[in-house]
C-alpha cells in the first residue's frame, strides 16, 4: 500500500526549495551563489533561509533512504541501481551539457563582463557553462553516490539484522538519534583552504548527508517507527518551532551555510526536531491524495530538475538591467519559479531524447 504521506511531504519540501531559491538568489548574508542582496543593511526576507535550510535537504535524504528500502523490497538489487543511475546520474552528468548550460551562462555572466573569459575557445566556455550549471543537481549527485555506498551496507547487512533492531527503537532512542545529525555536521572542513576541494566538500556534505540517508533506510522505513513518531507530532512540532525561534532570534545575520554555523549545537537540535516534526505531521495529518497531489507526485523531481534556470535567468536579468524596487523583484522571481517551471518540465518530459538526459525518463508519465 502507498504511503501518501511520503509522497506528499516530498513534493511540499520541493516546493519550499523553489521558494527557498527565490529568496537566496539576493541574499546578502555572504552564502554561496545567487547574485548579491541590496545593500549591507539587514533583508529580513532572508529569514527564510534560516527557517529552511537547517532542515529540507536532510529532510529529503531520509525520505530517499525510506523510499530506496521500499523499493529494494520489492526489485532486485542490480535493477534498482540501474535504474537509480538513468535518473540519477544521467540528469547530474548529460543533462548538464543538453540543458543546464543554460543555468552555468547566467551563473558565469559577472564573471563574462569582466572580461574573464575573453579569448577562450567556445568548446572551453561551453563546458565551464555546462558545469557551473550544476546548481541544484548536487543532492542527485550525492544522492547516486549514496546509492552505491547503501548497496554496500546491505551487503554487510545481507540478512537484515541490523534493520530488524533498528525497527524497535523507541520515541527518546528516536530523538537521541540527532547527535548523529551534529556528528554528521562535523566531519564539514571548518578552515577551508583556498584552491583546494575543502569547498567543494563543504557544499556537498556527503558525510554528513549519508547520516539521513541511511537512517531513513534503517529506521524510519519501520511502520513501527513511523507510528511512534506520528503519535508525538503536536510536542516534536512545538519543540522544532522554539528551538527553530531561538537559533534565529540569536544568529540572523550570519552565514547560515558556514561550517561553524550548521556545527553548532543548535541548529542541529532544530534541523533533527524539524525532521522528526514534519515527518511526524504529514504522517498523521497528510497521508491522503488528490488529482493535486498525485501530480505533484508525479511531477515534483522535474519540478526540481529544472526550477533554477527560471531563478538565474529572470533574477539575473531583473537585477541587472531594470530599477525595479527589491520587493517587486522578489514577487516577480517567485511568480515566475512557481509558473514558468511546470511549464518547462511539461515540454522537456514531451521531447524523447531530450526527456532522458535531463529527467532520467524513458518515457512520458502519466
Known amino acids: ?50 527557517i529552511l535550510y537547517p532542515w529540507f ?3 529529503l535524504f531520509i525520505l530517499a533512504g525510506i523510499s530506496a528500502r521500499y523499493a529494494l523490497d520489492k526489485y532486485p538489487a542490480r535493477e534498482w541501481f540501474r535504474s537509480r543511475t538513468r535518473k540519477l546520474l544521467v540528469p547530474g ?32 566556455k561551453y563546458i565551464m557553462m555546462a558545469v557551473s550549471g550544476t546548481g541544484p543537481l548536487w543532492f542527485i549527485q550525492v ?33 537521541l538519534l540527532g547527535v548523529l545529525f551534529w556528528a554528521g555536521e562535523q566531519t564539514l572542513i571548518r578552515n577551508p583552504r583556498p584552491e583546494s576541494p575543502d569547498g567543494l566538500l563543504n557544499l556537498y556534505k556527503p558525510l554528513f548527508y549519508l547520516v539521513p540517508f541511511l537512517l531513513g533506510y534503517f529506521v524510519f522505513s519501520h511502520d513501527e517507527v513511523q507510528e511512534k513518531v506520528g503519535r508525538a507530532w503536536i510536542p516534536l512540532l512545538s519543540c522544532a518551532l522554539v528551538s527553530g525561534a531561538v537559533l534565529i532570534c540569536t544568529t540572523f545575520g550570519q552565514d547560515n551555510t558556514s561550517p561553524e554555523y550548521l556545527g553548532s549545537p543548535l541548529n542541529c537540535l532544530y534541523g533533527w526536531l524539524m525532521c ?13 491524495t488528490g488529482k493535486f ?29 531594470t530599477q525595479l524596487p527589491p520587493w517587486s523583484m522578489y514577487v516577480l522571481l517567485a511568480l515566475a519559479v512557481f509558473t514558468l517551471s511546470p511549464l518547462l518540465y511539461e515540454v522537456v518530459r514531451r521531447i524523447p531524447v531530450v526527456r532522458w538526459c535531463v529527467l532520467g525518463e524513458k518515457k512520458v508519465k502519466r
Open 1 to 50: 500500500m502507498r504511503k501518501h504521506w511520503i509522497d506528499n511531504l516530498r513534493w511540499v519540501v520541493v516546493l519550499l526549495v523553489l521558494l527557498y531559491h527565490v529568496v537566496y538568489f539576493y541574499n546578502n548574508k555572504g552564502v554561496f551563489g545567487g547574485i548579491g542582496g541590496f545593500g549591507d543593511g539587514p533583508q529580513y526576507q532572508d529569514m527564510l533561509m534560516y
Open 293 to 321: 497531489a498525485a501530480y505533484m507526485t508525479r511531477s515534483s523531481y522535474g519540478l526540481y530538475i529544472v526550477h533554477y534556470l527560471p531563478v538565474a535567468a529572470l533574477g539575473y536579468m531583473m537585477k541587472t538591467y
Open 57 to 59: 535537504m536532510p529532510l
Open 143 to 175: 544522492l547516486w553516490l549514496l546509492s552505491i555506498v547503501l548497496l554496500l551496507v546491505r551487503a554487510i547487512d545481507s540478512k537484515d539484522k541490523f534493520w530488524t533492531w533498528c525497527g524497535k527503537a523507541g520515541i527518546v532512542v528516536i530523538m
Open 276 to 288: 522528526l516534526a514534519m515527518m511526524a505531521w504529514f504522517k498523521t495529518k497528510f497521508d491522503r
Open 93 to 124: 552528468t548529460i543533462g548538464l551539457f543538453v540543458f543546464h548550460w543554460m543555468v552555468g551562462y547566467f551563473n558565469t555572466a559577472v564573471a563574462a563582463r569582466t572580461g574573464a573569459f575573453d579569448g577562450m575557445p567556445a568548446v572551453a
